[in-house]
């Protein structure tokens, strides 16, 4: 029987209950427990889709094609279970599905109200497909107090009483900041923020305290007393120097022994975190470092390239070394000269984005990789702007661009406007709708077989996860080929292109979909891990 555990925060934002979600889950694995993460986020967006990476970060996507809040990315890379479109749910999409059935008559004439019926939307949510877990854990997203977080607390308060206390337990994650001036570490927010979760019915089991430094056994103990809480009940979150040290942190300060206490679960057996020490132990003693410059356009806020940065540290974990990312951003190279700038990188990557801003300059930048045969890893727009180099300094095309920037003489990319999802054909057009109108989620590719990239997947169909609305146009093939630009992976009806490579060129590749989303600490994805392996055979070379 699924037991549920709900993860709320307070007093500020970014505090990392998605962090604390996917570390406690990953911790309840390592006892052996069948674990599923789930997160409720409290906007009015149908999905993070259409939002801006600078206000949200980057949008995960799931095998089953769901654009995601980027949490479910933490909780992938910690516990290796894949996430599902009935693993994020947001108000709007809630409020669209209970003004559905309000037209379709489901309601009988009831007056639609948030209590009953937006609430029982969410259970339902909350409950759905997780019969074979033993645990699911349940983010919510945004402050305790905020306004638009009401219904979603009040769903969960309704859950405890419904399923018994012995199947739910409510951890509530909370600031202990330090004054510098005062000297002291203060407990008066932890205190306003429970008081909050209080108004609204909640008692917390347990207190997950942030803080930057040890909280003293008095706060602790004061903390405890005003809370309501018992003493063992409040669980240091320090910092910590990588945050694949957090499930070994949480496990030193007993968290998860309050989980199994208060299900009534053995609490003798202990975790088997072998997996994590090993790779703290990599992070922490690597044998080298390389430097990689990330060449994009959202690089002020690094939150837009978490999974990307993520997969980076694990091709430095299989190649036992420190990756040092210099996050550029992409216009300084439309400048003359300014691709000097990546004279002392030892690897190249131009990630996914949308747009015409800094194209020109990620282009300068792949000019220069193919040039002084720097390692090149090009994701989804990355490869477009690497076929697009190609095409117009090596194949001769002149004019070679994008019809996503406006009408171009030669579409080397185009807009997509089908493609097969198994046995059936999708379609879309310039009209439709912003939102869930790409080509989303996991599609297979099939690989040349001598191609490098065969080599580095050792096999001939691999699956990735797609997130675009435009396409490298197959019908410049021959043209780039000619060049030297090998289509080394392409759709099962040999439409699309998926993957291109270089002939001649120590390591530049470009792909159409997204690795990034399939990496994890302890399951580095192989083309990351052989881009670093090209990096640090780079290094020691200059």
Known sequence: MTRFIFITGGVVSSLGKGLASAALGALLQARGFKVRLRKLDPYLNVDPGTMSPFQHGEVYVTDDGAETDLDLGHYERFTGVASRQSDNVTAGRIYSTVI?????????????????????????????????ADFLLCEIGGTVGDIESLPFLEAIRQMGNEVGRERAMYVHLTLVPYIATAGELKTKPTQHSVKELLSVGIQPDGLLCRSDREIPYAERRKIAQFCNVREEAVIQALDVDTIYQVPISYHEQGFDELVCRHFGLDQG??????????????????EGEVK????GKYTHLQDSYKSLSEALVHGGISNNVRVNL???EAEIFETEGAVQKLDDVNGILVPGGFGERGTEGKIAAVKFAREHKVPYFGICFGMQMAVIEVARNLAGISGAGSTEFGATEKPVVGLLTEWMRG????????????????????????LAPDSRVAGIYDTPVISERHRHRYEVNINYQEDLESAGLMFSGLSPDKELPEIVELRDHPWFIGVQFHPELRSKPFDPHPLFSSFIEAAVNKSRLV
């Open 326 to 328: 210099d996050w550029i």
């Open 100 to 132: 559905a059935r309000e037209r379709h008559g489901d309601y009988l004439g009831a007056t639609v109200q948030v209590i009953p019926h937006v609430t029982d939307a969410i259970k339902e949510f909350i409950t759905a497909d997780c019969e074979d």
């Open 292 to 295: 990689i410059g990330v060449v």
């Open 423 to 446: 046995d059936e054909l999708e379609r879309r057009n310039a009209e439709d709708n912003l939102g869930g109108t790409m080509r989303l989620g996991a599609y297979e590719c099939h």
């Open 269 to 286: 057996r202990q975790p088997d975190l072998s997996r994590w020490i090993e790779i703290v132990e990599r992070v922490r003693s690597p």
